[in-house]
């Protein structure tokens, strides 16, 4: 049971389990605080029974702590993401049916607006629950494997993104197959720089360093050149990213002395681990980075409803740029053709089964029944081969999907928010490839007739209603947009627009 990294954390009890703020905590003092967050969302009640708490937490020791508190009082974790707009957050709110929201104090100002609807929302502020007073500790509820633990936010090919529901089951088959491919051990120690609502940083980096008496060293925001620092430390061990993070390592040290690059070479080269996914890892960059830092970075290929899925190799075996690897411990892949057969050789979807793949997509009974097959298997929407054993990653089978800076972006949700602009009589949506960001959201759009738009109000009209990563970076004013016979926008004549400018 995913409780169990609670459980397993009373072994480690006197080992530090979290670096945050200057402050070291260790896995005894925030077994104490979860028990104390977990009475007070208990409340009167014996069990959370699947209750969704949903948490806008800062990535530090209070993160490990509410989202522990959730799991032990028998709720489901709802991560929010910490700079979502206030629309944003209210879909996940609303769409979940939260019953509570905990928050880091700063967010209160946010989140307050959003809990006085109809629905009844109980808002606890982290600085609320230290100070209250501490009540016995009760008696925890015993939870069952298969009752659910999180739900987290995906986008697909539809307008608005989908609740993926992991079970605690689920969780610990994701956790236990990294733990035996990348060989995890007490004596780790990693940086988690990942935002915390994806499975990349909840469960690659938090879950699987303290599953096993590891230390997670946190640092709030993303900076080469404070995270450069971070890796130079000695006892460091095992660091993961997405490739736009290595992209922006590796400018940053390109424009350093000889001298200062050669030192930070010697340091990373002690390193025993690192990982790169959530998106394609470009062979220069893999290139790149192993002059920098002596390692060849391990990509593998993962996804929020089926956590991690395929690896290169730890030790036995070489990593091959431009390839994901093979099948992780417990993981079951084939490719399958159009028709639904499945094919060796060619190019086929990539579909999973295995004890890490999701339940369901939350209160969504037909796109969940749609993303698998009749016997089981779910369906990825990405195409791969296999050649000499190895998996490559050949793109997804929907355009709509794109992935910009680790992040997946619903070109439909993006273009629904654009036509809402009065200015805006119709748009699209595509990603443009990019170096830095692997793909660019741009957008295609076509005035109102005798309408002007001024490019500053829009952006703001936008910011107000979209993440920043959601924002297209590229704009091309449009009289038409390119359509097939049946009036449907041919997507991939609008991607050369967007060259230059
Ligand atoms: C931000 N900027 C962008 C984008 N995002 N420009 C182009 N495209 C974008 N997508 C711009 C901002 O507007 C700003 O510009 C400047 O970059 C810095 O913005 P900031 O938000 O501070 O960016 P950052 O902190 O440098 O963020 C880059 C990042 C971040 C650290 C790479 O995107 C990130 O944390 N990505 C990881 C996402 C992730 O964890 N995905 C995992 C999901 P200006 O200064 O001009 O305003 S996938 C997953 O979980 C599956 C299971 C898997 O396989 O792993
Ligand atoms: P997400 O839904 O955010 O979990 O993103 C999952 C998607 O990221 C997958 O369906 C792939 O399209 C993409 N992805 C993850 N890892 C890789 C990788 N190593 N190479 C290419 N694409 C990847």
Redesign the pocket.
Known sequence: MCYEIVKRAKRYKDQVAVYSEGEAWKYGSIIHRAQHFATLLLGQKEDLAEARVAFMVNPAVDYVSVQWAIWIAGGIAVPLCLTYPPPSLDYVIQDTAADFIVASDEYLPLLEPLCQGERPIRLFSISGMMHSRMFPEKSLPVLNLSRKAMILYTSGTTNLPKGVVTTHANIKAQIEMLHKAWKWEGKDRTLCV??LH????IINVVCCSLWVGATCIFFP??DPKEVVELLEIPSLTVFMA?P??YY?LITYIEGLSDRRAGEIKGNLLKKRLMVS??AALPVSVMEKWYEISGHWLLER????EIGMAISNPYRRGKRKPGFVGLPLPTVEIRLVAEDGKEIKGEPGEIQVKGPAVFQEYWRRKEATEESFTEDGWFKTGDTAVLLDGYYKILGRTSIDILK?????ISAIEIEEVLRQYEGVDDCSVVGFPDDE?GE??CAAIIRKENTMINPDVFLQWLLERLP??KIP?RIKWVDNLPRNAMGKVTKKDLIPLFENI
């Open positions: 990942l935002p994806h499975v990349h940083g925001r993303f997405v736009t993070i922006k996914g959530s290929y993962g996804m929020t910009s800076g680790g992040y997946k960001w660019l959201v920043k990563y970076r």
